[in-house]
């Protein structure tokens, strides 16, 4: 017998990149046999990539991968995970609705079958979830349709447990506690730990810190696609934890933001909204001119408070004041921005295409002057903007939904982290056009998860479970702050 | 208790039974004699036919596709079974069974190129009606004798056409609801990306469920000219109308995976007898569609209250 | 080159290919003979697959998912309504319009009602609509043996110079149709929100009242198709509008626009029409049954949207 044991995942130099965007920029990993592996970092630190490319979904570009010593980097897929004993939570959640949870736990076991394969499954999950969730109340005939989203969640968790042909080495928990209560929270953390006894390794990522340093043998720092720190648990307070995923802090700018503030209350109102769903937290107001910005980790409420915005700003909504025309600036282009068919300029002319009739007709010189317009007001970068949207590379792409805002006769405009996958060239550029238009007397309503972005704010907002829990103005922006309020000590 | 009995998801499984139930009720009262054997076998005569061709559109609605082509399709094998089934036998095994064939063929089309099924399958609807043009050009031919012999069955106490309809909806149920592979068939319909990442061929999955729904086209085909003796290319335009308006009656979702052989069955009865009760009620048979789509829309009405209350 | 790659990227040039194929084998085959009139049968026939393929197209570009299929109902009753109200009398010629576009609005704003409230989808939407409405044109309709009035029997089978005059008027109709498809707020939502229905509403379409108007529009054609076929063919009959279910999906198909929502083609609609017909006039001229015509037409169908469709998920 050797030492040590073969560990489990041995990665090394595991790189990926997203057009230019680097997600992965050659990343070590390895997980030894009964470890908890905490994984943690901010927005983009390439958590989900890695984790991902762990699971089979995605494949790297570059790097060598070695499962249990076998180097796998050229076949490695989904199946294949399954196969070595790989398992993944995913946060989004891979149940079937229309099925039972017996028959969900079923798909995953393709050896349940034959007579009696209905009671073998349900035995199976049921033992599971009395294991790790004793008094969980869910029946292995429930529909999973039928279930709460916390009761799925724990389904999804017990089933990732569950063994037969194909053996057990390392189950990935992707912020599996974020639909969980306190309690079962605390129940998984537990088992957890117990299977870890038992010879299986764990990967454990979650926004609460409490439950990385609580629960991890060892702590991997993420940041920028790369892991900058590496200890053991116990090396980690929460202190050093929040600055090994930060850098160092710098002093704001405090000459221009305590200008701002000053004059803050004699401002018109824009937008005064509280995040609707969860009670407590509190209200976001925007006055014309700012530029407010919307932290936190992603997922966390952000976009859904833009969406309620957007959707107050047309119909009516006692709960949420805004006082003029908004438009949005998508940053998932593809679902919520681009439309693929159409050329640069009718992108842009979408928004505002009842300035443009001449006679009850869109007048196509109009809109070709639009086009040239924003063409060289913010730097698209084209031979002609009548050549197809997706003819642009994705910065690009996204400078022509920012055309299509600020050319609109929007007073606020909401920017739902538009600079996903964007090149600094033309982050730089649109940095200078946000506070332009925001001193000519917009409002700009600003989801980001880039810390940089928020120094170009006049206030920030940080958001936590669906509330706003922190409210900074510039001069107080610090990112340690804004970390510190996005991670929770304790669920 | 009464909240689980009233739970929205109770009453809309209990919704199919309710309607034939309320519908049947209808008919008794207003025509008493309807109560009797020979009653209810006259007015079911049709049920069967139109079940098995609503279980057929059901395996394709599971995977979130629907059938346009079902009703010509119905009509193209029973004109193979008056004719060629009746004539070379062997022949006519073998047209059949590649008819089913090109079910799947077609399944296996829609999925490769990712195509919009109602477009595939009303362009096949020309397909079969041609085929079957051809086979038969003026209506006529003769069922084979041993289905007339099945389709004439004479059961003690219970009329055939309900033993029949219950066979079918167990028979469908329990491979489609109980067994192991058909918790698959159905996941695909549900969370097809789970499904294809839990290691199973969504393209064999496609497959199998077209060829189901052939196979009960065929059924269907078969037992409907085991009803008429003869056989004629246009026999079953309609059926693709019913068999739709039978998977919704019968509580299934059009996206989603959530159908129900059960209650498909049950949406065709309750379909087959809407008729006998216009009849009953003396309104003209003019207003017999027409009835059929004010059902649907009052059932789908319901549903959608059923839904709000669900939030 | 360049003139030529352009041209074959346009997705209409195919069905007016196909058009003269057809044409040039039937007219081989006829020995020259017939070329004229063929061309001038179909652009008789093919001019109402072109009024309803107009409205089914608006319906398809909305996005994948959205068909209008209570097309042959609506052309059915409003044939009928028309013809009973103007019982024959050129008088009443006006009036009869008005009642069949009427008739048009009333479906379509059912069938968006039906949409919208019962959150069903198109598809099922217009399938049972399409039930009450046959329906209504069966009982109101039986035995109807009205001819139409004179002047509109007169109208829709008027020829100039052997071109239908009714082929013009639906030409304009179609200039019409693509001037509100690229040239109007209206045109532009449609094709918006058929390219992606959440970044059309994040841009700030409105996106429902654009699908009522759509279902709206289809539903009028319909209408208006169901008017002038009557007055065509000397009457309303109930069975008038079941060819052009097939009819108005394949014409948009074959035409060049997409069934993934967001591109249209108005030019492709008069095309794959006049396709459509030829096609059916060269296999009758071929000697072909009924039953090879009717496997043709379907496979073709099957064929083109195999080579266009699936470029984009559907669903």
């Given amino acids: 017998m050797p030492e040590a044991p073969l560990p489990i995942v041995d990665f090394s130099n595991v790189a990926k990149s997203f057009g230019a965007v680097r997600a992965l920029a050659g990343v070590d990993l390895t997980v030894r046999p009964g470890e908890c592996l905490g994984l943690v970092g901010h927005n983009g630190a390439g958590k989900s990539t890695l984790m991902n490319v762990l699971a089979g979904t995605l494949s790297p570009d570059s790097g060598e991968m070695r499962i249990l010593g076998e180097d796998i980097r050229q076949r490695y897929s989904v199946a294949l995970a399954h196969q070595m004993g790989i398992r993944c939570v995913f946060q989004e959640l891979s149940l079937c609705p229309n099925l039972s949870v017996a028959e969900n736990t079923r798909v995953v076991h393709p050896t349940i079958k034959g007579p009696g394969w209905r009671g073998r499954a349900g035995a199976l999950i049921l033992g599971k979830l009395d294991e790790i969730f004793p008094g969980h109340g869910i029946q292995p005939g429930d529909h999973v349709g039928d279930l709460s989203i916390g009761k799925r969640q724990m389904v999804e968790i017990a089933r990732a447990f569950t063994v037969t042909a194909a053996p057990l080495h390392l189950v990935i928990l992707d912020e599996p506690t974020s639909s969980l209560d306190a309690v079962t929270a605390g129940q998984l953390l537990q088992y957890m730990r117990k299977a870890i006894g038992q010879g299986a390794s764990c990967i454990l990522i979650s926004h609460v810190l409490g439950e990385i340093l609580d629960y991890s043998d060892r702590i991997v720092v993420m940041k920028d696609g790369g892991v900058v720190a590496e200890r053991p648990a116990t090396g980690f307070s929460r202190d050093t934890l929040v600055a090994a995923m930060g850098t160092v802090a710098r002093a704001p700018a405090a000459g221009q933001a305590a200008q701002a503030a000053d004059r803050r209350e004699e401002r018109p109102l824009s937008v005064r909204v509280r995040p609707k769903g969860r009670p407590g937290g509190a209200a976001l107001e925007a006055r014309r001119g700012e530029v407010i910005g919307l932290a936190g980790l992603a997922g966390h409420g952000q976009t859904a408070t833009l969406l309620q915005v957007f959707r107050a700003a047309r119909g009516r909504d006692p709960d949420t004041e805004v006082t003029g025309a908004v438009a949005l600036v998508a940053g998932d282009r593809q679902t919520d921005g681009i439309f693929p068919l159409w050329s640069i300029s009718r992108n842009i002319g979408v928004r505002s295409l009842r300035r443009m009739l001449r006679g009850g007709l869109i007048d196509p010189a109009a809109e070709a002057e639009m086009a040239e317009d924003w063409k060289r007001k913010i730097g698209i970068k084209t031979p002609d903007m009548n050549d197809n949207i997706l003819s642009l590379s994705g910065g690009n792409q996204q400078k022509a939904l920012f055309a299509r805002a600020l050319g609109s006769d929007a007073d606020i405009v909401l920017m739902d982290d538009p600079m996903r996958g964007v090149d600094v060239g033309t982050k730089l550029e649109v940095y200078d056009l946000v506070r332009a238009e925001a001193a000519r007397g917009r409002t700009f309503l600003w989801y980001t998860t880039e810390m940089d972005e928020l120094k170009n704010c006049d206030h920030v907002f940080v958001f936590r479970n669906g509330r706003i829990v922190a409210d900074l103005a510039r001069a107080e922006l610090t990112e340690e702050k804004v970390l510190h309020s996005s991670f929770t000590e304790d669920a | ?311 | ?315």
Wanted: with cysteine; glycine share 12%; aromatic share 8%.
């Fill in chain 3, 1 to 315: 080159m360049g003139a030529i790659s352009k041209l074959a990227a346009r997705p209409w040039i195919w069905s007016y290919l196909g058009l003269l194929v057809v044409w040039l084998a039937t007219v081989t085959f006829t020995g020259g003979k017939g070329g004229a009139e063929i061309l001038s049968a179909a652009l008789s026939f093919g001019t109402f697959t072109v009024i309803v393929g107009l409205g089914q197209m608006f319906v398809i570009t909305t996005g994948p998912g959205n068909v209008d299929l209570s097309i042959p109902a609506t052309i059915a009753l409003s044939g009928s309504l028309a013809m009973k109200v103007m019982g024959g009398a050129d008088a009443m010629l006006l009036v009869g319009l008005v009642v069949s576009l009427l008739c048009g609005v009333a479906v379509g704003g059912f069938n968006y009602a039906l949409i919208r409230l019962l959150r069903i989808p198109p598809i099922i939407a217009t399938l049972s609509s399409s039930f009450l409405v046959l329906s209504t044109a069966i009982a109101y309709g039986r035995g109807l043996k009205i001819k139409p009035p004179p002047m509109l029997a007169d109208f829709t089978t008027a020829r100039v110079f052997d071109i239908p005059v009714l082929a013009l008027v639906v030409a304009g109709l179609a200039v019409a149709m693509s001037v509100l498809l690229n040239r109007t707020i209206y045109g532009r939502s449609v094709l918006a929100i058929g390219q992606n229905m959440r970044a059309a509403w994040l841009a700030g379409i409105p996106v429902e009242r654009i699908r009522f108007l759509t279902y709206l529009l289809s539903a009028v054609l319909a209408s208006l198709c169901g008017f002038v076929l009557a007055g065509f063919s000397g009457g309303a009959s109930l069975n008038m509008g079941e060819e052009y279910l097939l009819a108005s999906i394949a014409v948009v198909v074959i035409g060049g626009t997409s069934v993934a929502g967001g591109r249209a083609n108005v030019p492709g609609i008069w095309g794959a029409a006049l396709f459509m017909f030829l096609l059916v006039t060269m296999l009758n001229t071929f000697g072909a049954s009924a039953g090879v015509r009717l496997i043709m037409t379907g496979l073709i169908i099957v064929a083109v949207i195999t080579i266009a469709g699936g470029d984009k998920p559907q669903r």
């Fill in chain 2, 1 to 311: 208790m009464l909240a689980q009995v009233l739970s929205p998801r109770a009453l809309r499984a209990a919704l199919p039974a309710a309607s034939l139930v309320v519908l049947l009720a209808a008919i008794f009262y207003i025509q008493p004699r309807a109560m009797s054997y020979f009653g209810l076998n006259l007015m079911l005569q049709y049920a069967v036919p139109i079940a098995l061709a609503t279980i057929a559109q059901m395996f394709v609605i599971a995977i979130n596709d629907l059938d346009l082509s079902i009703g010509p399709f119905v009509g193209l094998t029973a004109s193979i079974g008056a004719t060629l089934l009746a004539s070379s036998p062997v022949l006519g095994v073998l047209a059949l069974i590649g008819c089913v064939a090109a079910y799947a063929a077609l399944g296996a089309l829609i999925h490769w190129r990712n195509l919009p099924s109602i477009v595939v399958t009303l362009g096949m609807s020309f397909v079969w009606l041609g085929v079957a043009v051809i086979i038969l050009p003026t209506p006529g031919g003769t069922a084979p004798g041993w289905i007339k012999a099945v389709m004439g069955v004479k059961l003690p106490y219970v009329p055939f056409p309900i033993v029949a309809a219950a066979i079918i909806a167990l028979v469908v149920h329990v491979v489609l609801m109980r067994s192991a592979y058909g918790a698959v068939l159905r996941g695909a319909g549900g969370n097809a990306r789970a499904i294809g990442r839990a290691g199973w061929s969504l393209l064999k999955i496609r497959m199998v469920m077209y060829a189901a729904a052939g196979t009960f086209g065929v059924l269907s085909g078969l037992s409907l000219i085991g009803l008429t003796s003869a056989a004629d290319a246009h026999i079953a335009d309609r059926y693709t109308l019913y068999s739709i308006a039978g998977v919704i009656l019968g509580g299934g979702e059009f996206v989603g995976g959530r159908v129900s052989p059960i209650g498909a069955v049950l949406g065709a009865l309750t379909l087959t007898l809407t008729g006998s009760f216009l009849i009953f009620l003396k309104i003209s048979p003019d207003w017999q569609i027409g009835a059929q789509g004010a059902i649907l829309i009052i059932v789908l009405a319901l549903r959608a209250l059923i839904k709000r209350r669900e939030g």
